[in-house]
């Protein structure tokens, strides 16, 4: 039981600080509300979505951002692609980040974008740790026998 | 609720709507089927707008909602608004990340009924089916001032005898039964289920057959009902149907704007840049032409048929008139003389006395439109012109005679175009634009294109040279420059004489049958907008018909053309008063 407890609390604590530290948002407790026993993992396989997804686009601003020639509409258009998703689970470090970028694409700023694109790599890479932390947590607590609140 | 809903999910009303869901983010797509799911709604995804309007299409009462991103990669989501609007009219809900005025604007002026900004809250799509449930009523409420119009109509009509009014009565059930298509439903039942009015693509098709009779611009949903003559339509159906109908035809133009000219031709320059407006011309041209029909209709035909797509604007004016006749037009298309054959394959109307008026985009080359390759030849500016008995020489047979057509300077294609629908007419005219001739201002390069010409149908039809149809044309035209109209002039008046020595009686009919096309202020700046014919004391003047030889076979030319089709001729010598 032990163990149970000690997981869930830092399961919270890590959860709490994903919040308090805006990694991610509202969003992300409607998606848990959302889950149900008819969908256990319903969350995990939205983020997973998320995840493909990203490394996808993120892919292609970089190869669109190597060209001679640099198509911004492309990159403005994947920008915004990336801004869609990132919303739909509430990692809004990376929301907020594809701002900028899009209005340098907008002025066909080729240093502002390339700034933008490390920017957004990085905070996705931090969101998508953190996620991944927080399921693992979650997998051990339940397989401890516990269950885990949903915020 | 079961207001207005079928039984399956009227108990339970909203549970069950049928939704369907199209976003191409994998991510959205999920969390969407899983909210909508908890809300009870029946959902359906895809991530394609291509595959949703394949949904829609199959299963044309299958939903009752559609909620759509804004951004995706085959299709834009306000196309598949419009679609949707147009075809199914359902309920459409836009959903973006990006909330801009403009963006949320545009979708209002697309026709959704709401607009969501992402990340979508559960709330907000619990509601949506306020919009469907709207809808019903805005349907119901129609039917019942359509049935109250009935009513008294069929009151103000009768002899008020209890008699007629109660089949005035009778009549009023039984329309509302037609449009309810419900056969369950009772006199009394207002409630009664109006069917959503599912534009098929026959019904499109009526209608905007329908319109094109009208005229565009004249068009009205009274109007449009009537001549649609579908018992179960109200005049709401159409009237909101038209009016996205108006909205896909101005994107259309747009669109057409922005593309490269065809050989030149812009779009912009088209006069009415409302294609409405062209619409409208080339409809009333079309009314006009009945008999001759052709080219005009062929062109009306062309824009509806084509779903006024891009091919009306570019240029497909062809005109192409080829009169069978022994006069033999001369086409001074430098480019080529296009074969009446092909033409008139493209026809299939040679026997017809029809001269098509084809209007052929795609010959850039063909016509240089002296110096405005903008030309555009719109068959919508058409006026249908007759040209009366002075104008019925037609060129003999054999002998071929350039006409200058500079017509179409200017932008809003200005073709004339003479439809000469002779009966006897051996030979074959052949028109074409012969702005290069008229910069050259040497009329006669009559190229003896005998062949060419002799098979060109030719139909002269009595054909009044109508002023009041020319008038629409100037105002459609825009300034012409008559390169070498002038010249062409002169250059007629010799081409005249040759065609009046060759003319056999047989061109007699042509006065009367002569339809001239006139396009563009070509016309009105060169005669001054009054076509002259009548004036025109040479008969053999007629022959001068700047016959534009389009080449019929360009793949733009799709006018379905019967017998009964004829090409207008253009003659611009014609119009030399």
Redesign the interface.
Known sequence: MDVVVQLQRQLTDHTASLFHEGFLNE?FN??Q??QDES?PD?VV??VS??F??SDRLLNELAKALEQQAVDYKKVD?HV??L???S????AQRVQAVCIPFRNFCEEQNIEGCLKCLQQVKHEYSLVKNKLETLFKLEQQLIAAGGSFPTL | MENGFSSPRSESFPAGLRVLVVD?????L??LE??LK?CAYDVTTCHLAREALNLLRERKDGYDIVIS?V?MPDMDGFKLLEHVGLEMDLPVIMM???GETSKVMKGVQHGACDYLL??I??KELRNIWQHVFRKKIHEIRDIEHENIDIIQMSRNGSDLDDGHMYCGEDFNSKKRKDFDKNDDKDFGDHSTKKHRVVWSVDLHQKFVKAVNQIGFDKVGPKKILDLMNVQWLTRENVASHLQKYRLYLSRLQKENDLKASFGGIKHSDFPPTDPAASYGHQSSINLNQNDVANGYQFCGSNFVAQDAETKNNEGDLKIVSEIKRTLTADVSDPQKMRSSQSFSHSFASLETEASYPAFDSTNPPEFSWSENPETQIKKEHKPHLQLEDGYSQLPPHGQQHQIPINQLQSDPAVTSVLSLTGRDMSGSIEIKPLFNECKSKNVSHVSPTESAIDTFPVQTKSQLINHQSFEPISTVISSMKPQGFNLSITDLESCQRNLTSASDPNFAPINEDLTVWLQGDYYSMNFGQSIDFIDYDDPGFLAEVPFYLYDPLTSDFQCPIDSTTECPIVDQGLFIA
Do not use: C, Y
């Not at chain 1, 919303?87 to 509430?90: D, E, M, Q, T, V």
């Not at chain 2, 191409?24 to 959205?28: H, N, Q, R």
């Open positions: 969003q409607q998606l509300q959302l969908n319903f396989e939205v979505l998320f493909e997804d258009a915004h692609q801004k869609g998703s919303s739909s689970i509430g | 191409d983010d994998p991510t959205w999920k969390i899983k909210m908890k991103d951004n973006s990340v990006d992402k990340p809250r559960m």
